[in-house]
Each structure stands twice: as C-alpha cells, then as structure tokens.
C-alpha cells in the first residue's frame, strides 16, 4: 500500500472512532510497532508513516507529555539506527530534542533554563530536579545525546555533552536498570572514547556496559556491539571485541522491545567480525 494511502487509512481509523483507543496508547502502540519488527527493511520504508501520524496527533494536542515522549522515542530509534544521511540525521535528531524538550520542560522550568547556562550551573539544577521526572530525564538525556552525535563537527555542540553525560548519570544514580539499562549503555559508549595513554578510563566505560548487559539480562545485543566497537578496540582487546560479536551473531533477536535493534545489532556484528581493525 503507498505511503499516503496508508497514512490516510490510519488517520480515517484515528478521526472517525474505530480504533478505540486514547492518543496516549496510540502512540505507544505505534513505537511497540516498530521496535518489534523483524525486518529493519520494512520499518526503514513504513516508518516515515508513523512520525507523520505522530506529528499530526502532537498537533492536535501540542502539551500532550505522553504523545511528545512516544514522537521522541520514535524520532530518536528512527534517527539512531535507519538513517545514514547526514544531513537527515541532523534533522530528525532535532525533532526528536524538541518533542523530549516540549515534554520535559513545562516541568522542569528551572532546568530548561539552566542548559543554555554555564555546567556549575546547569549541574545544580539537575540535583534539584525532583526524581519523578526520571523518564523525561532520561528521553531528553538520550535525545541531546543522538543530537550531539549527529552535530559531532559542531564544537558548540560537541561542548554541551558534559551536560548530556552528568543526565544520564542522574538517571542511573536513581535507578540504575533504567530502560533495561540503557542509560549504562550511553555512558559506557561516552566514557570509552579516549584511551589511558591521553588521559581516557575506558574501565569506566567497561563497567557500564557490563552493567547494561546485566540489567537487560542480555537481551539487548547492541550492548555488546557497542561493548566491541568502543571500549575492545579502544583498548586493543581482540579476545574480548570477538567474543562479544559471536555471542551477538549466535543469539537469538526476539525479544520485546528490543527486537529491531537486536537484528540491526546482528548485522552490525557480522560486520565488524569481517574487518581488518586487529
């Protein structure tokens, strides 16, 4: 089915009352989807579907703070995992920001505030953020996170991941197996990025994402990609980086929520066992 005739379908279901469901359970419907999906390929072409289904449903109820966190989780996996495009990139992470932002800020007023300001700042901020705003946190977190990556030749950008990184760890101070322990697995990739012999401590980075594959019970395979691909070469560990991909490789990928990024883990595993970095 086209891409416009589905779209209309899925809106005339929306408009007229045959899905009998509110917005809120809509949109988490939609991110369940795509991140069950067994075939990257058929989220890669469909998903542009569901982020115009929910931009429209944000519309129409623009301070929604569940449809702008599903709009963040969508823009951010869309962004993070199916778009090679730069420039598509960039754009789709800062989407995803402004939806995580829109959501978080009408409760966090204080903080919003202080992210343009100076780090001390900002950081104390943070510290008084009440601790149920965990998930907003955490979205806002991972999205500044995917934005800073997409905009690495951009040393404004590059300078505001401090702030990201001290987020993520927030939300791991409070709940350490937060998201299966996603928030670990951000860290370790951000603390495994400069080597011992220049000041770098990858074991921080190493205990992260251990910790990650702990929490997740080893369901989430892209842990151990990314366990591989940062923190084994970095450091030269052969044995361990081709431990891990076989592991990835020999695993199986269903599981909920995880399955679309574990077949693109698979992939991505297969592909690092098959170079020459060692």
């Not at 086209?2 to 209309?8: C, M, S, Y």
């Not at 780090?119 to 991972?142: K, N, P, Q, R």
């Not at 603390?191 to 401590?201: A, E």
Request: proline share 5%; net charge negative.
């Amino acid at each position: 089915m086209p891409l416009k005739q589905l779209l209309t379908l899925l809106l005339a279901f929306y408009i007229t009352g045959c899905v009998s469901m509110t917005t809120d359970r809509l949109a988490a419907n939609l991110s369940s989807a795509m991140l069950n999906q067994t075939d990257p390929e058929i989220v890669r072409s469909g998903a542009p579907a569901y982020l115009l289904l929910i931009d429209s449903l944000i519309e129409g109820d623009p301070e929604e703070q569940g449809l702008l966190y599903a709009g963040t989780r969508l823009y951010g996996a869309y962004a993070g995992g199916l778009v090679t495009d730069p420039d598509r990139k960039q754009g789709l992470t800062s989407k995803a920001l402004d939806y995580a932002g829109r959501g978080l800020c009408p409760e966090t007023e204080e903080l919003c505030q202080s992210m343009r300001e100076p780090y001390d700042v900002f950081y104390a901020s943070l510290m008084e953020t009440d601790e149920d705003e965990i998930e907003g946190i955490y979205l806002y977190a991972t999205s500044w996170a995917g934005w800073i990556q997409a905009h690495s030749d951009d040393w404004n950008a590059v300078a505001d991941l401090p702030k990201a990184k001290a987020m993520l760890e927030w939300v791991v101070e409070r709940e350490p197996a937060y998201d299966n322990g996603r928030a670990q697995l951000y860290l370790g990739v951000i603390d495994s990025q400069v080597p011992p012999s220049l000041g770098g401590k990858p074991e921080i980075g190493r205990s992260h994402f251990e910790s990650a594959i702990t929490f997740s019970n080893e369901r989430d395979l892209m842990v151990k990609v990314e366990y591989a691909r940062h923190y084994a070469r970095l450091v030269f560990d052969q044995a361990l980086h081709d431990r891990l991909l076989n592991e990835v490789v020999e695993a199986d990928p269903v599981s909920p929520g995880l399955t679309l990024s574990n077949i693109m883990a698979q992939q991505q595993a297969a592909e690092l066992l098959q170079d020459d970095y060692f």
